[in-house]
């Protein structure tokens, strides 16, 4: 029988690369500038929209005064890399304290 911990571990990993996946969805739709209409908008759209706006909101707030007047929101990087630099440890580590 599989450990509750081995369980917990595959959940937050699949977690994680569902969240990388929307991230990677809503920059790629912001890129495409598709009218609100259009089916990706009112799916895939507000959908990623829904999932990444509470981790983007705060740091694009940090980030607000670094990148006024750009045209470019690197929020989303900066999402990327705390998630690479921070949570990708945590869950490595809990992966491998579920199998040893």
Known sequence: MASPVGFLA?????????????LLV???LSFLRLPPWH????????????VTEPVMKPIRKLLDPYQRGM????????????AELVVKPLLLHLVLQAAG
Request: charged share 10%; aromatic share 22%.
């Open 71 to 82: 045209g470019l929101d690197f929020s989303p990087l900066v999402v990327w890399l705390l």
């Open 10 to 22: 595959w959940v937050v990993v699949w977690a994680f690369n569902a969240f990388y996946l929307l």
């Open 39 to 50: 089916w990706a908008s009112r799916t895939l759209g507000a959908w990623s929209e829904a």
């Open 26 to 28: 809503r920059v790629v």
